[in-house]
C-alpha cells in the first residue's frame, strides 16, 4: 500500500519507529491542496497537520510502501478513525501520477502547531529532498510556543 505522509511521518526516525518494514519511495506532491493545523494533539500540546482543498496550491510529502502490519501500525497512531480517515490522492512523483492513500483529519478547528510538531516536519521534508521553496513554506508557519 503507497502512503503519502505530510505531517511528522515525514520525519524518518519517528517512522522507522512506528513502521520498521516500510520502504521510501520518496517525495511527491499533491495538487490542489494546502497544509492546514485542524487537530488538537494532547500528546504532542500542537496542531497537527491535515489538507485541505484548494485550488492552485500544492502539499508536498514522502511516499512510503507499507505492508498490512505497517498500516494496522499507522492506523493506529493516526487515531483512526477516530481522529484521522483515510482518503485516496492522486500524487506527482517526478512526472508520474500515483495512486496513494493519505490520512484527513477529523477537523476540530484551526491551531498553531508546536516548535516540535513543525521541527519534525522540516527535518523529515529535508532528510527526504523535498524542495527548498516547500521547506521554506514549512519554516515559515507559526508556531504557538
Known amino acids: 500500500m503507497i502512503y503519502f505522509a505530510y505531517?511528522?511521518?515525514?520525519?524518518?526516525?519517528?517512522?522507522?519507529?512506528?513502521?520498521?518494514?516500510?520502504?521510501i519511495l520518496g517525495a511527491a506532491c499533491l495538487s490542489h491542496y494546502t497544509l492546514a493545523f485542524t487537530r488538537w494533539s494532547r500528546s504532542w500540546n500542537s496542531g497537527t497537520a491535515d489538507i485541505l482543498p484548494e485550488k492552485g496550491k500544492e502539499v508536498w510529502g514522502i511516499l512510503y510502501n507499507l505492508t498490512f502490519e505497517n498500516l494496522r501500525r499507522v492506523d493506529k497512531f493516526a487515531d483512526y478513525p477516530?481522529?484521522?480517515v483515510r482518503q485516496d490522492v492522486?500524487?506527482?512523483?517526478?512526472?508520474?501520477?500515483?495512486?496513494?492513500?493519505?490520512?484527513i483529519a477529523v477537523r476540530q478547528g484551526i491551531f498553531a502547531p508546536s516548535k516540535a510538531y513543525l521541527n519534525k516536519m522540516?527535518?523529515?521534508?529535508?532528510?527526504?529532498?523535498?524542495?527548498?521553496?516547500?521547506?521554506?513554506?514549512l519554516k515559515a508557519i507559526e508556531t504557538h510556543d
Open 82 to 84: 477516530t481522529s484521522y
Open 90 to 103: 492522486m500524487v506527482k512523483q517526478n512526472k508520474e501520477i500515483l495512486p496513494a492513500f493519505t490520512y
Open 7 to 23: 505531517g511528522s511521518n515525514m520525519e524518518p526516525t519517528q517512522m522507522q519507529t512506528r513502521c520498521p518494514e516500510h520502504t
Open 122 to 137: 522540516v527535518l523529515g521534508a529535508t532528510a527526504n529532498k523535498i524542495p527548498n521553496h516547500y521547506i521554506e513554506v
